[in-house]
């Protein structure tokens, strides 16, 4: 594991402890569990994903540092694009703030 990606797991891990103020970026590391296509007004198309943290038990595995720092959650998203994702592949997902 590289000292980048370490970085941010322990900002992740600060950003759930509370201890900043102003949420830096924040990398997870998840896996697509389905996707769904459902049909929408006008004859379109859209796709419903599901993705869950990765995990690893193998502690020189880079998704074990992930699920150290993110061991819970469920990211729901719909798209109107075809095939964003792949069930089963694993996507990095950055956090940063809007504002």
Known sequence: MN???????RTCVAIHN??????????????????????????KSSWSYRFN????????HENKKFWDATPGGLLEMNSVRQQ???VGAEYYIDFTPAS
């Open 84 to 86: 964003s994702f792949t």
């Open 53 to 60: 943290p990765v995990y690893s038990s193998d502690p020189a």
């Open 18 to 43: 509370r201890q900043e103020s102003v949420m830096p970026i924040c990398r997870a590391k998840f896996t697509c569990l389905s996707a769904a296509e459902t049909t929408i007004g006008g004859g």
């Open 3 to 9: 000292e980048e990606l370490e970085a941010m797991s």
